[in-house]
């Protein structure tokens, strides 16, 4: 215990325990996640929640071990602790060849989806060849995929926006890169960009195999920011 005086009676200003606890003023250890912020000068220091800082938070990620038709996060991971949330995902396989990778967002968990608009700019790693496609139902991932392991598939990340947003349609961006079933050797390069057109809170975000096929193997994890 220290216990110091200043122009007042001495009392206890820290406490330290057989159990390492830290208690301000006496028996006062805050609670689980708190940490210990100044008051500034000729102020106490107190316990307060932690401030998100812009820390970038791993809520779940989901290994593909066996054919699924698509990864979900519903509301017990899309909720209101995070405003934006970042997918990313490694080594998607579609089962069938040339098939496309896109992402989905809902406002019930899932049961409707509200109108997406996507699009991306595409080129091919080793000929420069390149160019744009668009009105696209679903946020886009990864398109003309080679269905092979080996050949690294398609990996990268989807950015989803503003996502607790009730005045606003949220917004997404993303790059990926995609092994091309034309040409396995010749990989191509995405930039991408969507709009879910809902002012509703998000609360379900599915990553899918567009062509309704399966998704064979792979990793996608779900972050929060």
Same mark, same amino acid.
């Given at each position: 215990?220290?216990? /110091?005086?200043?122009? !007042?009676?001495?009392? !206890?200003?820290?406490?330290?325990?057989?159990?390492? !606890?830290?208690?301000?003023?006496?028996?006062?250890?805050?609670?689980?996640?708190?940490?210990?912020?100044?008051?500034?000068?000729?102020?106490?220091?107190?316990? *307060?929640?932690?401030?998100?800082?812009?820390?970038?938070?791993?809520?779940?990620?989901?290994?593909?071990?066996?054919?699924?038709?698509? &990864?979900?996060?519903?509301?017990?991971?899309? +909720?209101?602790?995070?405003?934006?949330? /970042?997918?990313?995902? +490694?080594?998607?396989?579609?089962?069938?060849?040339?098939? *496309?990778?896109?992402?989905?967002c809902s406002v019930d968990?899932?049961?409707?989806?509200?109108?997406? /608009?996507?699009?991306?700019?595409?080129?091919?790693?080793?000929?420069?060849?390149?160019?744009?496609?668009?009105?696209?139902?679903?946020?886009?991932?990864?398109?003309?995929?080679?269905?092979?392991?080996?050949?690294?598939?398609?990996?990268?990340?989807?950015w989803i926006l503003d996502?607790?947003?009730?005045? !606003?349609?949220?917004?997404?961006?993303?790059?990926?890169?995609?092994?091309?079933n034309g040409s396995p050797?010749?990989?191509?390069?995405?930039? +991408?960009?969507?709009?879910?057109?809902? +002012?509703?809170?998000?609360?379900?975000?599915?990553?899918?195999?567009?062509?309704?096929?399966?998704?064979?193997?792979? *990793? &996608?994890?779900?972050?929060?920011?």
């Amino acid at each position: 215990v220290f216990a /110091l005086g200043k122009s !007042e009676t001495a009392a !206890e200003k820290f406490r330290f325990t057989a159990d390492n !606890e830290i208690g301000i003023a006496g028996a006062n250890y805050g609670t689980d996640g708190q940490v210990m912020t100044s008051g500034g000068a000729g102020a106490a220091c107190a316990w *307060e929640d932690a401030a998100g800082g812009g820390d970038l938070i791993r809520i779940l990620t989901t290994t593909i071990s066996s054919a699924v038709a698509a &990864v979900v996060f519903n509301s017990t991971y899309i +909720t209101s602790t995070y405003n934006n949330y /970042l997918i990313i995902a +490694t080594g998607m396989r579609p089962s069938n060849a040339a098939d *496309e990778i896109g992402i989905l967002c809902s406002v019930d968990d899932g049961s409707n989806f509200a109108t997406h /608009l996507g699009s991306w700019r595409w080129q091919a790693m080793t000929n420069g060849a390149h160019g744009v496609s668009g009105d696209y139902a679903y946020m886009p991932f990864g398109g003309d995929i080679y269905s092979v392991s080996g050949y690294g598939n398609n990996s990268g990340y989807c950015w989803i926006l503003d996502a607790n947003s009730t005045s !606003e349609m949220k917004m997404m961006m993303g790059k990926s890169i995609a092994s091309n079933n034309g040409s396995p050797y010749n990989p191509y390069a995405y930039d +991408t960009a969507g709009r879910f057109a809902s +002012t509703s809170a998000i609360n379900y975000i599915k990553v899918y195999n567009v062509n309704g096929n399966n998704i064979s193997a792979g *990793e &996608v994890s779900l972050y929060g920011a």
